[in-house]
């Protein structure tokens, strides 16, 4: 204990240090301009935000956003851009940071980046900041990071979509959480004899079920890395399989026979009420479950599959998502790229970035025993959207003090800490795709190219559209229209840029 | 009073049946909207909620009334459209003047100017340019200059004037009165069917309109109310989706509940629906009119 205490009393100093040193380079800045940020869509204003202002105070800029549509919102920042924008921050997707780099909008950041901006490039390794480049190799953007390969376990990952079921069901069918394939089929089978309808509901838009793909050693994203490079789903066996398996379950009855058309609302609907038994959920849906569980008499304790199914070997695997989901960058037009860097890198100091990520302790949030965090109500409501327009921290602190956000209601926290946080039959593909979503093969075929695979996927499913002549056509189509080029690029990509797996 | 013939009453029945129908069809949505927007978020989970609500609340409407985002956007939707409409009320009913006078100097050709800017504009990113060179962009006055001045609407009011009896302006003018007063006192109390049609036509153009605030806005506190509902909807309308890496939770965990989402479509359309009982008797009226003087 007296030894964790020095440590961190040894980490305040230094970070108190750090701070008067950049406090030092800064004063030469000058006064603080107002800055001008212009954000893509939220439903809420940023103006209003609690965690917003936090910013303004800690940094001493008077940081003004400005918001772009919902629809049209690319369309609409190139036009903003083309008549000569005033905005000194722009934040950007993947996608439009390629073609914004292309075209050179983009203001060098790499000397401000120097002079103010230690915080910063300690924050992120080099190969988010390799991909935040032009062509020249100036980087032109702030990238900011989201998960890790080095994340090691589940949360992170399988919180997002994990299968649940209900305990009425188990009880009274006297059934268990299947492990396997064949457990989970004679497990559907089960429920449809007892109670005549179809067990499994999913919404339309979900055509990979997490937890089923694992019985295929799948992982759930399109582009698989390898030590071979990137290949396609659709060139894995094993994709064939688990789409003959899905249509299998469509078939027999024991896959909801809306699926192709059941919006959230209509699957939410029968999983809280008699229409279904199995459903895929992220745990910050759960609570949203709750009120119509709740009103249809039935229990709350939803049962998660703590494991997906295994496959043949006992083993499951999970995607590690790495890579950036988002760039801050500054248009050619401003004239404050310096007090830009010094902004974000005011931001990016711990003791900062704590308080405009979660709040205060003791007012906002606490920590328990165990190091986890845990939200104070109601104060903690006020900053139900404080990570939006967060600077950058290393992820592995991030997500941790993010777990807060995870904890929101006890349902909910009981539902992410449920689907495991240490599981022992795991293993990880790491996903670093979109790492290359600003390559131009990639970025000019990315959308089409999942539309194409989504409709594919849902027809072949619904319709048992499964024969090899099915999939061999589809397969030489998708290549034809931009899957080869798109795969071509990623490899290029991949090739200069090694990873140790 | 002669007696109807099968046919008749067969038309009639058939008309007041199909009318009917056509009206529940048109009210059903709206019923289910309001029924959701005040039943408790439970039974519209659950799928209880139909055209009646289940289990009674008024907590979304406080709710929404509450949400700064929703009352900036109705302050900003009802100034716009009062302002606007009273603007271009002002400018249709002027312009349309003069244009009626068959007297008028040059008259076909403003007449041809008005009718080509009618058929071809200059299209969205000169309009774009030309608004923010003035400095309009993000200001209130970029959601009201757009629709301020529609030539159909100004050739409909001018069609009306040139109706108007030619004897009741000259009687004016024998006691005195100057073209502006003429108008004021004379043609004016003489268009109100008209000037409610367009008017109406205005103040739902205004309330409706969302596209200026896409164009022109990026302040979030200037969106106009038709824009955040827009997206609210939409918002809840987006599923995560496995494949993109964009993916931010937090988007998900804070869409809102179907109940809310409704009483701010209900709140949003109920201030304009208000307006067309008011306004209903003088579309009865300038029908009336028309038949008469045919």
């Known amino acids: 204990m007296q030894k964790l205490k020095r440590l961190l009393m040894l980490a305040l100093a230094l970070s108190l240090l750090v701070g008067t040193m950049s406090l030092a380079a800064a004063e030469d800045l000058g006064d603080k301009p107002q800055l001008k940020f212009l954000v893509s869509h939220r439903t809420f204003d940023p103006n209003e935000d609690l965690a917003v202002k936090y910013m303004r105070e800690l940094s001493g800029y008077d940081v003004v956003f400005e918001m772009l549509p919902q629809d049209n919102g690319d369309e609409k920042l190139m036009l903003e851009l083309s008549a000569g924008t005033d905005f000194d921050i722009i934040e950007l997707g993947t996608t439009m940071f390629g073609r914004l780099t292309d075209l050179g909008v983009l203001a060098p950041l790499d000397d401000a980046l120097a002079k103010y901006g230690a915080t910063l490039l300690a924050a992120e390794p080099k190969v988010l900041w390799d991909a935040a480049k032009n062509a020249a190799g100036e980087i032109v953007a702030l990238p900011r990071q989201v998960g890790a390969p080095d994340y090691g376990h589940a949360k992170g990952t399988r919180g997002d979509g994990a299968l649940y079921t209900k305990p009425e069901i188990l009880e009274e069918l006297k059934l268990e959480v299947p492990k396997t394939l064949d457990e989970f089929t004679a497990f559907l089978q089960a429920i449809k004899d007892a109670k005549g309808v179809a067990p499994l509901t999913l919404d339309r838009g979900t055509w990979m079920v997490w937890d089923i793909m694992t019985a295929f050693n799948l992982p759930h994203i399109t582009w698989i890395e390898d030590e071979n490079g990137m290949e396609n789903i659709l060139e894995k066996p094993a994709y064939r399989e688990y789409i003959r398996y899905m249509a299998s379950l469509y078939e027999k009855g024991l896959l909801d026979p809306d699926y192709p058309v059941n919006t959230g609302e209509n699957r939410d609907q029968k999983f809280t009420t008699d229409g279904a038994y199995v459903g895929q959920y992220a745990f910050w849906q759960i609570p949203s479950l709750i009120t119509g569980l709740t009103a249809s008499n039935l229990s709350t304790d939803l049962v998660p599959f703590r494991e997906p199914l295994a496959d043949a070997d006992g083993k499951y695997v999970l995607v590690n998502r790495y890579g950036v989901n988002k760039y801050y960058a500054v248009p050619r037009s401003s004239k404050n790229v310096d007090h830009v860097i010094n902004y974000f890198d005011i931001l990016a100091r711990p003791e900062n970035f704590m308080i405009t990520h979660i709040g205060y302790e003791g007012v906002h949030y606490t920590v328990d025993e165990n190091g986890d965090y845990w939200p104070i109500f109601p104060a903690f409501n006020d900053l139900n959207w404080a990570n939006q327009f967060s600077s950058l921290q290393p992820v592995a602190v991030e997500y941790k003090q993010w777990q807060a956000r995870a904890r929101k209601t006890p349902e909910m926290a009981v539902a992410y800490d449920a689907v495991g946080d240490t599981l022992p039959n795991a293993t990880f593909q790491i996903d670093r795709s979109s790492l290359c979503n600003s390559l131009p093969d990639v970025q000019a075929n990315v959308q089409a190219l999942n539309t194409l695979l989504y409709d594919f996927t849902l027809q072949a499913i619904v319709e048992n559209k499964t024969t090899d002549k099915d999939f061999d056509d589809f397969t030489a189509r998708y290549m034809a229209e931009g899957g080869q080029a798109t795969k071509d690029a990623m490899n290029q990509w991949v090739a200069e840029n090694s990873f140790d797996f | ?294």
């Open chain 2, 1 to 294: 009073m002669k007696r109807k013939t099968r046919g008749e009453v067969f038309f009639i029945a058939f008309s007041t049946v199909s009318m009917i129908l056509f009206a529940i069809i048109t009210l059903l949505p709206f019923m289910n909207v309001i029924a959701k927007s005040v039943s408790s978020e439970g039974a519209v989970l659950t799928g209880q909620v139909n055209f009646w609500p289940v289990g009674f609340q008024l907590g979304t409407f406080r709710y929404v009334l509450d949400t700064v985002e929703f009352t900036n956007g109705l302050k900003v939707s009802v100034i716009v459209t009062i302002v606007g409409t009273i603007g271009a009320m002002f400018l249709t009913t002027t312009v349309a003047y003069p244009l009626s006078k068959p007297t008028m100097v040059g008259r076909k050709f403003f007449l041809l100017m008005f009718v080509f800017v009618m058929l071809f504009s200059g299209g969205m990113v000169p309009n774009y340019m030309l608004y923010r060179s003035l400095g309009l962009t993000n200001t209130i006055l970029a959601l009201i200059f757009p629709g301020m001045c529609s030539v159909f609407n100004i050739l409909l009011v001018k069609t009306f004037y040139e109706d108007l009896p030619e004897s009741v302006e000259e009687s004016s003018r024998i006691d005195g009165a100057s073209n502006f007063r003429t108008l004021i006192s004379v043609v004016i109390p003489m268009s109100m069917p008209v000037i409610a049609t367009v008017g109406l036509f205005y103040a739902v153009g205004y309330w409706n309109s969302y596209f200026a605030g896409v164009l022109y806005i990026t302040r979030p506190a200037l969106k106009p109310l038709q824009q955040y509902l827009y997206e609210l909807v939409q918002a809840s309308q987006v599923s995560p989706d496995a494949n993109t890496i964009t993916t931010d939770m937090t988007q998900y965990m804070n869409t809102s509940p179907e109940s809310v989402r409704a009483a701010t479509i209900f709140l949003a359309t109920a201030p304009i629906l208000a307006v067309y009982p008011f306004l209903q008797r003088y579309f009865v009226k300038g029908i009336n009119i028309g038949s008469v003087k045919g």
